[in-house]
């Protein structure tokens, strides 16, 4: 069955708050383990600040469109970001793997953000662009 391009980007902004949701379960995870690390603890810390304003964003963004967040999705997302927290936090070397996912996971963010970004037009949902391309800056 073939979607609109509207109804694909709804979903891709369900997904990027869930994701975005992920992110912040596992830094707050992070944080509470790094306090041998205080530089690393206070990017963190900063990363974590941006991370709740992008969700608030994308809420704009879906408020925009008339639509809301997935509960599920978030919920789900929420779920995985700590048992992967906790996976890390038994491990001897936590920092790398927790530095190595987060690089990865940042990674994943642009990408979904330039997919949001390319799908504005097309979608009918100009009026979410700034918020997408402020997202995409931090």
């Not at 603890?41 to 991370?51: A, C, F, P, R, V």
């Given at each position: 069955m073939a979607q609109t391009a509207r109804e694909i980007f709804i979903v891709g902004l369900r997904n990027?708050?869930?994701?975005?949701?992920q992110a912040r379960e596992l830094m707050e995870r992070q944080s509470e383990r790094?306090?041998?690390y205080p530089e690393v603890?206070?990017?963190?810390?900063?990363?974590?600040?941006?991370?709740n304003e992008q969700l608030k964003r994308l809420e704009q963004c879906l408020?925009?469109?008339?639509?809301?967040t997935s509960a599920l999705k978030d919920t789900a997302q929420s779920v995985m970001a700590n048992a992967m927290a906790m996976t890390h936090a038994m491990a001897g070397d936590?920092?790398?793997k927790n530095?190595?996912?987060?690089?990865?996971?940042?990674?994943f963010e642009i990408a979904a953000y330039k997919s949001l970004l390319a799908l504005c037009g097309?979608?009918?949902a100009d009026n979410t662009r700034?918020?997408?391309e402020v997202s995409l800056r931090v």
């Open positions: 990027a708050h869930a994701m975005e949701t790094l306090d041998e603890k206070t990017k963190l810390t900063d990363h974590l600040q941006e991370t408020e925009a469109c008339g639509e809301a936590e920092i790398l530095t190595f996912a987060n690089n990865a996971f940042e990674n097309p979608a009918g700034a918020h997408i």
